[in-house]
């Protein structure tokens, strides 16, 4: 079965350095979408791309996030001068369709810990 | 409550039992779906019902749909020790975004 895949699985980086999260989204889908889940909270949005920009964006993602789809195939979440708070696991995410009433599929995650 | 809110928080049944698990939302939405979580994984999507919808079967998972008392149940029959995870309702309410309840964690005891 077709999943989205997300590289690093676990990722170290010192407060205020940049980092990227990578995903492979499943290869027919259109619409995109990362969420992250700090640990013992809800999973939370952040934001979602289509057809090269973005269509939703919460609270969450201010100036210091960005995402972009580089080529054909990945999509990336970049975060700028990382901060402690940053910590949690982000999840990419992707469906075929909008949201009313599309199934939307995770990847497995990327643990990002800010020290 | 918050938009997508399970009950309980934390469910202990024995292998065999079903186990029943809500959720509650406030504003109208277009659709849920309910998500599971092993400890520290991704999301796996378990089924998906649409607002028109009232019942919803996937092996042995049943989901009922109540949009009068905003609310979803999500059943589990003849639980097994796999069924162990944290299980999430998200509703989507006509935006892009999914938004996640704080989840009903099951532990089936074997």
Redo the contacts between chains.
């Keep these: 079965e077709p999943e989205v895949t997300q590289t690093p699985s676990h990722q170290v980086t010192q407060m205020g350095q940049e980092v990227i999260l990578r995903c492979v989204p499943i290869s027919n889908h259109l619409?995109f979408?990362w969420?992250r889940q700090i640990l013992g909270?809800?999973?939370?949005?952040l934001v979602?791309f289509?057809n090269n920009e973005i269509?939703?964006k919460?609270e969450i993602f201010d100036d210091q996030f960005s995402v972009e789809r580089p080529d054909g195939s990945n999509f990336t979440l970049k975060i700028r001068s990382t901060k402690l708070e940053d910590s949690a696991?982000y999840?990419c995410?992707s469906s075929d369709r909008?949201?009313?009433?599309?199934?939307?599929?995770?990847?497995?995650?990327s643990?990002l810990t800010v020290v | 409550s918050q938009q997508g809110e399970e009950d309980p928080q934390a469910l202990s049944i024995q292998e065999g039992e079903n186990a029943t698990m809500n959720c509650s939302y406030k504003t109208s939405i277009?659709?849920l779906?309910w998500?599971r979580q092993n400890s520290?994984?991704?999301?796996?999507?378990l089924i998906?019902i649409?607002?028109n919808e009232r019942e919803k079967h996937s092996g042995r998972l049943r989901v009922t749909l109540d949009t009068s008392k905003k609310s979803s149940s999500l059943l589990i029959t003849a639980s097994r020790a796999a069924d162990t995870a944290s299980y999430?309702c998200?509703s989507?309410a006509?935006?892009?975004?999914?938004?996640?309840?704080?989840?009903t964690k099951l532990s089936v005891i074997p």
């Design positions: 619409y979408y969420y909270q809800k999973v939370e949005f979602s289509y269509s939703e919460s696991m999840f995410a909008g949201m009313s009433g599309n199934t939307i599929y995770f990847g497995e995650g643990w | 277009n659709n779906q998500y520290g994984r991704g999301l796996v999507h998906l649409r607002s999430f998200a989507g006509g935006s892009y975004q999914l938004t996640f309840g704080k989840g």
